[in-house]
């Protein structure tokens, strides 16, 4: 009996308890696919709401009070529950094995980063039971968001703190991981590109969330304990707010795309059967774009009255951005170019992606230009825009993801027939869902109306955009249904179905839990490509067998996370009524406990041995 | 740099995209069709940037439709292997130089109608205004005349108007499309911006920036009049001393006891800003900014305000805590306040308005 066997046949409550307790990256990686897939189910079903809503003039389906919970929680729940884990769930699935580790740098980091943004996550929409949930935007501008009445707000501060030190966790992990752990050969200019997104996606979480950790704080003193940062009348100043949200919301832009460009740079190689075009000037394009990233903050603020050279330099700055990110659209172009194209679902996402954030990135440059957002600003347009940049390459990006990185997590292929009945709806309904919101925004019809009057000419406009919501919406189910189908139907598939080119398809899938019986031998970019040209099957191994250190799994991550659930709870609370104090005192001891349970006890983890590894190639 | 502006306009090009973006939307609120110097500012900083994203995006879709057609599987065959390249450094660099010449073509107007908009230098030979915004309407104090009004902002036809705005609770945004960009309104500091109207009319302006329940009917007019119109309105509201008929006199007691507390009608009053000052309010072209003006709606506004404009101020006005006032005592506050006239009748703009526009609420 060995732990390899121990790892099979096990009922439903020991398969819970594994995955409460597992440490594993692939497993931490189905289980931010389910979170994430989750919020992002919830987040949808808010958009929905919305656009009921705002299906004709003067509409009253929803109250004012409650559409601006709607658009809050849309707007938070899909930037921070939805898109960010569904991203990390791709990043824990595919990095490890892109670079032959045997797992994260950190595993129990790890499990404790899932952990904190799921109960972040749910302590966010607790609000929804509880008398409301946060109304003040997603942005939570000072002050309305400091003087909005109810505990909404409270819950957007603690849950976002919370599931935002998970995220900030996971972004180090990575980054160690990504610099510590690499196969033998594997330098970093040989490194696959979504491993470099990645890479530079962690190192913006590094850098940027500490911005809004900073803000949340300012922003929980002076909602529960009567500070004044952001009161004018006071002497604080409510514009610091904006400052620090976007020095951190700008660069949030980039986490999310930079893994999504990684994704599709996979597909684009992959399906056209050939290297990516302009390697090189690809991974300078990300690492400038991450760096650039930090500099455009305030093209966010154009009309908050920063003055013309302020806001002329962030204008030049961000149009800057668009050098790089036009880079990568040619080469991606140039990877096609001469290739043998394969058009899957998968790739279908992937070229759909290409005119759809072309137009997102034209948008993105008219946005720039700082004396014509007077008139963007703050309207329909930017809605547009920022949905063609974050649904047209974030959520495109996972879509793709989805399809090309399912049978290495799963070891199945999702339904192509469904797959592609799913594109086209998708992307139809959202090409009339948000294209035609650019004129509605430059109509006259500035973003969070409840309402829009009779007579305005903004009628047709947001009805056809309603319409291509609910599109969407019928796409989204037939993923759903495409997902059931697939794992019912069960057909196994080997290692490489993709024919593809990098590390993770030389093991089987679902890969082993070890990953790698013997560390691979790298030998140049694209290093399953290489071995395949070669005539061999698979990687030449850089080790001989030997016994294979693993960590054990651990509750802790998880308890942990329920003590800072309740740590939340009893801060929001203890406003009005002083018992709830005791809560923070119990939440923060367990998880207080936990840490100091983590620090005393050795925890050395396991060996699999030699002769184990051999019996099980044998079988 | 203005007469290089001047010549760009004009280049028929402009013009016919003018044509086209001007079918859209309605004409006293999109800034498709600008009607004030901003707002054309702006439009042609819009213009340039479409035009030279157009460009790109043609680009980028000929290059995509082509490698489409030319590379499928199907063209090239099932075992096809194609060359392995590795890149090009001659593309490279000349995609990285051509946006960066088309991005200077953008930041160029770009950078100077940026700091056109922002000029102060004709700020004190100008009208000057006090804008403040407050959940959810907006108080306008004619700084030099010594007047103030609220919802519906006067001004003189191809003037320079500047407006110094600061909020009293959260931050709002002054946008008047067609005239002009937005600026927010903030609860710290002084923004100023100014705004000059190139035709007489009335434009409907919007709150831009979030501000809580009733920030979609935040809204407001400008109201654009001829320089002689101006002049007499600014003449009659420095001395607001309407006569009443016989009957509106209970509806003055009935304001008087529950009404004046908030809202003052003497536009020279200089009381702090409590609600909206009513003076001239028989000339208005709306009633709260979202209701076609007429009496019943007044009443309804009168009786229920917080099913009109959710979470407004007035809903904690005593008088509907109380439920003190009846429909029939409402109506003769109605009938009071249409009475409160600073000039005999409205200005042709807002005439003119009441009868093309509805929308249409009950």
Redesign the interface.
Known sequence: MSTLVANEKKGFGSTIWDYLTTVDHKKIAILYLIAGGFFFLLGGLEALAIRVQLIKPMNDFVSAGFYNELITMHGTTMIFLAAMPLIFAFMNAVVPLQIGARDVAFPFLNSLGFWLFLFGGILLNVGWFTGGAADAGWTAYTPLSTTSPGHGVDYYVLGLQISGAGTLMGGINFLVTIINMRAPGMTYMRMPLFTWTAFVASALILFAFPALTVGLFLMMFDRMFDSVFFDAAMGGNSVIWQHLFWIFGHPEVYILILPAFGIFSEIIATFSKKRLFGYTAMVFATVLIGFLGFMVWAHHMFTVGMGPAANSIFAVATMAIAVPTGIKIFNWLFTLWGGNIQINTAMLWALGFIPSFTIGGMTGVMLAAASADYQYHDTYFVIAHFHYVIVGGVVFGLLAGTHYFWPKMFGTILDETLGKITFWLFFIGFHMTFFIQHFLGLMGMPRRYWVFLEGQGLDLGNLISSIGAFLMGIATIILLINVVKTSVKNEKVGADPWDARTLEWAIPSPPPFYNFKQLPLVRGLDPLWIEKTEGRKGMTPAEPLGDIHMPNNSFLPFIMSVGFFIAGLGFIYQKDNLAWLSAVFIGMGIALGCMLVRSLKDDLGYHIHKEDLQKEAKE | MKDWMGKIRTLSLFSFLVLILSA???EN????APKGY??Q???T??IV??L???V??IV??I??LY??MK???KK??EG?????????HK??VI??VI??LL?II??I???A??????DESQMEDSININVTGLQFWWNFEYANEEIQTSQELYIPVDERVYLNMISN???H?F?V??I?????V????E??MYIEAHEEGVY?G????????????M?FKIVVVSQDEYDQWVAAMQDTDPEYTAEAAEGQELFANSCISCHAIDASSTNPVVGPNLADFGNRAMIAG?RDFNKENLVEWILDPASIK??NGMLGAPYLEENSISEEEASQIADFLMELKATEEPVDSVEHFREN?????N
């Open positions: 859209c939307g309605k609120l999109t800034a498709l901003g707002a500012q702006s439009m900083v819009i940037s479409i030279v994203m157009t790109v995006f980028v879709m290059i995509f490698v489409m590379f499928r599987r090239v065959g096809h292997i194609p060359q392995q390249v590795e890149g090009n593309l490279e995609w990285t946006p960066i991005l953008i930041a107007p770009t950078v109608v940026t700091y056109d908009l922002a609770d959260v931050i945004s946008w499309p067609t002009s960009g937005k600026m927010d903030n609860p710290d500091n923004n100023t409907w919007k709150c831009a920036e979030f501000c809580g329940d009733s920030h979609s009917l809204d979202v959710p979470g526009e509805s929308v249409h609420s």
